[in-house]
């Protein structure tokens, strides 16, 4: 059974810097995954902001960007905000399936 | 503007049917892969289903394989998921998403397997 692992949760300052990565139990993240990053705040469904490794959406603050490292893929948010707290979720496909990772919860205080 | 719209949640017994749909509107619902993705309570995200713009690809999630089914339907820009043998661990919200590059989810219906 494929498993993708996250952060927990990572505390973050306003203002600050953060990575949040993505591994898998196969091996290597590669661009063959098509890592995605979603956000999701309570009560609401989750918002996407990344889409094959590095693409934004048009809605995507310029403050996110994602990428590969260190064999993870990768979602760094560059000057956080208040509003980033939240859960974030990355995704990996595997074939025909997709699997979500567990997901962060970021806290910014 | 895109919307997506998902009905046909609700209370049901274990070892019973649901059938959710998912009404698409304001982009061209027959070219793209659609998903269903599934929310347990206080639980994270967990993929369930896809199916290919014309239906001939299908993948699911291991342990809803042979108790559901992904269908759509072009003409009426829906996409359904028929879920038979219900599982108390089936309670979820579950969402519809357009294909990941466009990015776009609805609100979510809430699926409640109790007896």
């Known amino acids: 059974q494929t498993v993708v692992t996250q952060e927990p949760s990572l505390t973050v300052s306003p203002g600050g810097t953060v990575t949040l990565t993505c591994a898998s139990s196969t091996g290597a993240v590669t661009s063959g995954h098509s890592p995605n990053w979603f956000q999701q705040k309570p009560g609401q469904p989750p918002r996407a902001l990344i889409y094959?490794?590095?693409n934004k959406h048009s809605w995507t603050p310029a403050r996110f960007s994602g990428s590969l490292l260190g064999g993870n893929a990768a979602l760094t948010l560059s000057g956080v905000q208040p509003e980033d707290e939240a859960e974030y979720y990355c995704l990996l496909l595997y074939g025909g399936p997709w699997v979500f990772g567990g997901g962060t919860k970021l806290t910014v205080l | 503007e895109v919307q997506l719209v998902e009905s046909g949640g609700g209370l049901v017994q274990p070892g019973g049917s649901l059938r959710l749909s998912c009404a698409a509107s304001?982009?061209?619902?027959?070219?793209?892969?659609m998903n269903w993705v599934r929310q347990a309570p206080g639980k994270g995200l967990e993929w369930v289903a896809n199916i290919k713009n014309d239906g001939s690809a299908i993948s699911y999630l291991e342990s809803v394989k042979g108790r559901f089914t992904i269908s759509r339907d072009n003409a009426k820009n829906s996409l359904y998921l028929q879920m038979n043998s219900l599982r108390v661990e089936d309670t979820a919200v579950y969402y519809c998403?357009?294909?990941?590059?466009?990015?776009?989810w609805g609100q979510g219906t809430l699926v409640t397997v109790s007896s």
């Open positions: 094959n490794t590095d």
């Open positions: 304001g982009f061209t619902f027959s070219s793209y892969w």
């Open positions: 998403a357009n294909n990941w590059e466009s990015g776009y």
